[in-house]
Nanobody, 115 residues
């Protein structure tokens, strides 16, 4: 069955860095566009970054220049490297896979930016 399993969340101080990963299984990972979304308490889920199956990246304005999305098709894994973290980056981060009419979600990993 399809699985997206996020890992790497945690507590980090403002200005720090953190990397989260999403291991995929149960579908042909290399043919899917992969994204990271986040949802803070009381707010709607928002798109953070996307990488197409061809490697084209797009970012939300709020994270541009600070976050980097990447993928390793050999490991069926997508990554999100987060630098210069701010308290407003605090949220649950979700991995998402999409191709045509198929889309899948992970269970989320919590990232908390606080001193």
């Amino acid at each position: 069955q399809v699985q997206l399993v996020e890992s790497g969340g945690g507590l980090v101080q403002p200005g720090g860095s953190l990397s989260v990963s999403c291991a995929a299984s149960g579908f042909t990972f290399s043919t899917y566009g992969m994204s990271w979304y986040r949802q803070a308490p009381g707010k709607e889920r928002e798109l953070v970054a996307t990488i197409t199956h061809g490697g084209i990246r797009n970012y939300a304005d709020s994270v541009k220049g600070r976050f980097t999305i990447s993928r390793d098709n050999a490991k069926n894994t997508v990554y999100l490297q987060m630098n210069s973290l701010k308290p407003e980056d605090t949220a649950a981060y979700y991995c998402h896979a999409r191709k045509d009419r198929y889309d899948y979600w992970g269970q989320g990993t919590q990232v908390t930016v606080s001193s």
